[in-house]
């Protein structure tokens, strides 16, 4: 049983992570000095978010460090195969509703991000996406979706996972860099989707009787 000094030690770690830039976070999870953020594929870029969300469930004491290693290798193989699109980690090591969604809130207590109750009744930016494939791609794989890209200055983005934002705000803010019809940096906002949406979500952005 861990000590009330060991839990504060852990606890203090995972919000100095949290607070460190997601630029050196995705840097530090790719293992790869040479590669600029953003820069990087789609799966890269998931396999960041999902080794950092699994660091920091293991330091909350949300997720049991000796099986952890395991869960996060066979996800990683699994990317783009074996795995439904749009399958967020989270949603990978806890399929049951309810642990799901205390570690998503968890995990927001630090991250501090909105809940958008009404998130699934957005229709999908549908020419977004289909103009920009390497970004629906990165979605698909890191369990987001875009929610909102209709003004040239904005863009909003969501997930269940509220650790997922900065990584997909600098990786997609470095892709729009070489879209012309991209004039001036965006403002990026993630939102969390409460998890008994998401399943629907997932269907309705990723149809593919989209074509997309």
Not at 60 to 83: F, H, I, W
Not at 102 to 118: G, I, K, P, T
Request: charged fraction near 15%; glycine fraction near 6%.
């Amino acid at each position: 049983m861990p000590t009330a000094n060991a839990m504060k030690t852990n606890v203090g770690a995972l919000r100095l992570k949290l607070n460190e830039p997601a630029d050196s976070q995705l840097a530090s999870a790719l293992r790869a000095g040479a590669c600029s953020v953003g820069k990087v594929g789609p799966r890269a870029l998931a396999t960041a978010i999902a080794s950092h969300t699994v660091n920091a469930l293991v330091e909350g004491e949300m997720l049991d460090p000796e099986s952890a290693t395991e869960k996060l290798r066979v996800y990683k193989n699994n990317l783009g195969q074996g795995l439904p699109s749009g399958c967020c980690i989270l949603h990978f090591l806890l399929p049951e509703e309810g642990k799901l969604a205390m570690a998503a809130s968890r995990l927001n207590s630090h991250a501090q991000l909105h809940v958008w109750e009404m998130a699934h009744r957005i229709a999908p930016p549908k020419s977004f996406y289909k103009g920009h494939p390497e970004i629906l791609e990165a979605c698909k794989l890191s369990g987001a979706v875009v929610l909102d890209a209709g003004t040239p200055s904005t863009l909003t983005t969501a997930s269940i996972n509220p650790l997922a934002g900065n990584f997909l705000a600098h990786w997609i803010q470095s892709a729009l860099e070489a879209d012309s019809s991209e004039t001036r940096p965006r403002f990026f906002f993630h939102v969390l989707v409460p998890a008994r949406h998401w399943d629907s979500m997932m269907q309705t952005h990723f149809r593919t009787d989209y074509g997309i």
